[in-house]
Each structure stands twice: as structure tokens, then as C-alpha cells.
């Protein structure tokens, strides 16, 4: 079965530190990828999606990055960190092609101090 | 903005009574997807109809869809604590080469036992 996995569960970080955020994939193949925001209270707000190993297409203009080294790990990155890059950050995968649902990770909370 | 609106933003209910929770988008879809969001954790796939079809049901869960209207609503019947969440609904935009989700805001769903 195909499971996802997101690290760290949570994160402090202070203002202008990097960021990593790691999600990988495991049980499928060649997965459409996803990095969503949610602030607080707020609906998701799709950041990046991939379709492929270092094919990123960015959704939002930002402080953030996003890569995708090996088929099924995405990484959400920032050199420096920002207070309004707090939130809850959901990667999602689902299958390749133009239908299905996602399945999500279970998040990293960020703050931002 | 393709973005879904649910309506209402919070509903609260007893235990065995009906929960209605409806969405509007503003363009044409190729599908339009319910997930449920426990506090805290990462969304989880509900129901998804595509844009020919009018009517799905799984289990207490019962969801129309009028295209026409652009709108959706989900229904869960017999309510349990256990279903209290938020839920989101998300469409997938017909006219885009990527296959992108967009949330709206959800609505928190309180059942009192």
C-alpha cells in the first residue's frame, strides 16, 4: 500500500533561518507531488506541484523553494524564513494523469519567531 | 478566483441530526472533490464527482453536484461525534493543462454527543 510521510511533525524556527521540509512517497510510482499552506483557520493555499524529477511549477511568488531530487521525495525549502511563513505545510501525492484524488501527509507546523 | 466558498463557516449539531455543508465555485470543473481535516491533521479524501454526474452517496455520505448553479453540497447523515472536522471542498479546474486542487476556506463541523 502506498504510504506518505512528512518530517519534521514540527518546527520553531527564528526569522531569517533556513528551512527543509522533506515528504516522501512510498509504495507508487512517478506521483504527482504537492506543497500546500494552510494558515490558521484558513483554507489550503497550493504552493508548488511536480509532475516529475525536477519539474516544479510554482504557484504562489514567494519566499519558499521547492525540489524534487528522486521520484518520490519533494522538499520545500527557504534560505531565509520570514514570520509570515508560519503555518501548517501539507505535502499530497496522487496518481500521474488528469483525475483521482490526493492523499495527504499529516503536516509540519511551522512558527516563525 | 477558481477557489471553492463552503458555506456556513461553522455548523453546529446533536448527535443523529442531519449536517448540510455546501460549496460554490466560480468556473468550469472537471471535478469537484469533499475531504475531511481531524484538528491538526492532514486532509483526508471523502467523495469526489466529476462533472456529469448530479448525485453520489457513500455510506452517510451524500453529495450533488449542479454545474449549472456552480455549486455542491455534502450531506452526512446520522451525525456522530466522531464526524466533528472540517470539511473542505476542492475543484479541479477544466480548462488547465495541470491537474491542480483548489481548497476553499471550510466548514467546521461540531457534533455534540
Known amino acids: 500500500s502506498q504510504t506518505i510521510h512528512q518530517w519534521p511533525a514540527t518546527l520553531v524556527q527564528p526569522v531569517g533561518s533556513p528551512l527543509s521540509l522533506e515528504c516522501t512517497v512510498e509504495?507508487?510510482?512517478?506521483?504527482?507531488l504537492y506543497w500546500y499552506r494552510q494558515a490558521a483557520g484558513r483554507g489550503l493555499q497550493l504552493l508548488f506541484y511536480?509532475?516529475?524529477?525536477?519539474?516544479i511549477s510554482s504557484e504562489v511568488p514567494q519566499n519558499l523553494s521547492a525540489s524534487r531530487p528522486q521520484d518520490r521525495q519533494f522538499i520545500l525549502s527557504s534560505k531565509k524564513l520570514l514570520l509570515s511563513d508560519s503555518g501548517f505545510y501539507l505535502c499530497?501525492?496522487?496518481?500521474?494523469?488528469?483525475?483521482?484524488?490526493?492523499?495527504f501527509g499529516e503536516g509540519s507546523r511551522l512558527t516563525v519567531l | 478566483s477558481q477557489q471553492g466558498e463552503e458555506d456556513p463557516q461553522a455548523l453546529s449539531i446533536q448527535e443523529g441530526e442531519n449536517a448540510t455543508m455546501n460549496c460554490s465555485y466560480k468556473t468550469s470543473i472537471n471535478n469537484l472533490q469533499w475531504y475531511r481535516q481531524n484538528s491538526g491533521r492532514g486532509l483526508v479524501h471523502l467523495i469526489l464527482?466529476?462533472?456529469?454526474?448530479r448525485e453520489k452517496h457513500s455510506g452517510r455520505l451524500r453529495v450533488t453536484l449542479d454545474t449549472s448553479k456552480k455549486s455542491s453540497s455534502l450531506l452526512i447523515t446520522a451525525s456522530r461525534a466522531a464526524d466533528t472536522a472540517s470539511y473542505f471542498c476542492?475543484?479541479?479546474?477544466?480548462?488547465?493543462?495541470?491537474?491542480?486542487?483548489?481548497f476553499g476556506k471550510g466548514t467546521l463541523l461540531t457534533v455534540n454527543p
Open positions: 509504495g507508487t510510482s512517478n506521483p504527482n
Open positions: 464527482i466529476r462533472s456529469n454526474e
Open positions: 499530497a501525492w496522487k496518481t500521474s494523469g488528469n483525475t483521482g484524488e490526493l492523499f
Open positions: 476542492a475543484t479541479v479546474f477544466s480548462g488547465g493543462s495541470n491537474y491542480k486542487l483548489t
Open positions: 511536480s509532475v516529475g524529477i525536477g519539474q
